[in-house]
């Protein structure tokens, strides 16, 4: 078998991925390539793994990253084959780099940025960034993706994640057509229309990633653990606008379902 025909996905994780939001591949990437791109972090940092007095903030926000592990990390032939799963073969660019990352430290100190949104994906020019929109269609995002760069147990800080709350949203959408809303309008009530969804947890060892619809409600959280949590979150981006004339995704299936079409 031709290997960016690698299976990655099988009908009930499509299914899965439909009804709840997201789908989790385990060795996804090679452990050693998330090591690598730990140091290149670290380095960036100014800090250590072997000195947690240098350990004062709860989180460093680090920017895109381009480095050859990060770029591997991304484009292995199993995420390949789950990308063209999800969004279909064709509809989506190859990760040409990596970010951003959120570099979490165990902390008693609020990290001030743990609060229930979405990633919005466009309009994103204007400074405020409670300004930025999302639309029905998901324009320019096909998935929100989470890599796993280090282990993260239930105490590091794992990013929080509501189960099916992407079909709320796709309902909220449905109304505003292209425009679509801006994270404030969406957030108003702090999401309360997904309060009721179970609330998982994207947990896993280095190399572990979670493909998620880009309508899924997620927050993170203060780490309570030992050692510091490198995880980044990019989308992936689609070739093009919404094309209705082509075959449904699964992640169009999802919107579709939700909103009785």
């Known amino acids: 078998m031709p290997e960016h025909h690698t299976p990655a996905l099988n009908n009930a994780d499509i299914s899965r991925f439909i009804t709840e939001g997201f789908v989790r591949i385990d060795n996804a990437f090679d452990p050693a390539t998330a090591a690598a791109a730990r140091d290149i972090?670290?380095?960036?940092?100014?800090?250590?793994?072997?000195?947690?007095?240098?350990?004062?903030?709860?989180?460093?926000?680090?920017?895109?990253?381009?480095?050859?592990?990060?770029?591997?990390?991304?484009?292995?032939?199993?995420?390949?084959?789950?990308?063209?799963?999800?969004?279909?073969?064709?509809?989506?660019?190859?990760?040409?780099?990596?970010?951003?990352?959120?570099?979490?430290?165990?902390?008693?100190?609020?990290?001030?940025?743990?609060?229930?949104?979405?990633?919005?994906?466009?309009?994103?020019?204007?400074?405020?960034?409670?300004?930025?929109?999302?639309?029905?269609?998901?324009?320019?995002?096909?998935?929100?993706?989470?890599?796993?760069?280090?282990?993260?147990?239930?105490?590091?800080?794992?990013?929080?994640?509501?189960?099916?709350?992407?079909?709320?949203?796709?309902?909220?959408?449905?109304?505003?057509?292209?425009?679509?809303?801006?994270l404030g309008e969406l957030a108003a009530d702090g999401f309360a229309s997904t309060a009721n969804c179970e609330e998982l947890l994207a947990t896993g060892p280095a190399g572990t990633v979670y493909l998620c619809h880009p309508f899924l409600v997620h927050a993170a959280q203060p780490h309570r653990g030992t050692a510091p949590r490198f995880m980044a979150q990019p989308p992936l981006l689609p070739t093009g606008p919404f094309n209705p004339a082509l075959p449904p995704s699964p992640v169009q299936i999802a919107i579709r379902e939700a909103c009785g079409l």
Do not use: C
């Open 41 to 182: 972090l670290w380095a960036e940092m100014g800090l250590s793994p072997n000195d947690p007095s240098g350990w004062t903030q709860p989180v460093i926000r680090l920017g895109m990253h381009a480095q050859p592990p990060f770029v591997a990390a991304a484009n292995t032939p199993r995420l390949h084959a789950a990308y063209d799963a999800l969004v279909g073969e064709g509809r989506w660019i190859a990760p040409k780099a990596m970010g951003t990352f959120p570099v979490r430290f165990p902390s008693r100190d609020d990290p001030g940025d743990a609060g229930w949104h979405v990633d919005v994906s466009f309009g994103t020019d204007n400074p405020d960034f409670m300004q930025w929109r999302v639309n029905v269609v998901s324009r320019d995002r096909a998935l929100l993706m989470l890599f796993l760069f280090s282990d993260i147990s239930e105490k590091d800080a794992p990013t929080r994640i509501r189960a099916g709350s992407h079909l709320e949203i796709a309902r909220q959408l449905m109304p505003h057509g292209e425009a679509g809303l801006t």
